[in-house]
């Protein structure tokens, strides 16, 4: 069974980054498993973690008052979920739901905060790493928006 700190460092979100970070950063890390139909985090709620998904299917989506929520986007095997834990005022903006059984690596987004603050140099590094992830969920979003509207 690989460690924590080896599928870190393997994975291409964490790749070039500082072996003392990914020291750092297994440290905050746990595994966890959500069952189908559960939810990772909620719309409103306090943002504290960030997840790589090692098994299973989420889907991020915008909860709607009685009807089905819109999803904007399934993240899987390899992908980063949630970056709400890095800019405040720290709570999500969607919903992230397991669509099948799933297995995330959770890394705890205070301690990282905190440590960020500490570090600039951690903190540019997973600030850049993230506003990509930010550009894909804003596309995603644009798209979603363009296939509602019949635009796309």
């Known amino acids: 069974m690989e460690t924590l700190e080896a599928i870190l ?3 291409t979100f ?3 980054l500082d072996p003392k970070f990914i020291t750092l950063l297994t440290g905050c890390s746990s595994n966890r498993r959500y069952a189908a139909n559960s939810y990772l985090f909620r719309d409103g709620e306090e943002a504290n973690d960030f997840f790589l998904v090692c098994k299973g299917r989420v889907g991020i989506e915008i909860p709607l008052q009685g009807d089905p929520p819109i999803i904007l986007q399934t993240v899987e095997e ?3 979920l ?3 834990w890095l800019l405040p005022p720290y709570f999500w903006h969607f919903d992230a739901r397991a669509q099948l059984d799933t297995e995330v ?3 705890d987004g205070r301690y990282i905060r905190a440590e960020c603050e500490k570090n600039h140099s951690l903190g540019y590094e997973m600030l850049k790493r993230f506003a990509q992830i930010m550009e894909r969920r804003l596309e995603a979003t644009r798209l979603q ?3 509602v509207y ?3």
């Open 9 to 11: 460092s393997a994975h």
């Open 14 to 16: 964490f790749k070039d």
């Open 78 to 80: 390899g992908d980063i």
């Open 82 to 84: 949630g970056w709400s």
């Open 105 to 107: 690596i959770a890394l």
């Open 145 to 147: 928006l363009l296939d």
């Open 150 to 152: 019949g635009k796309g």
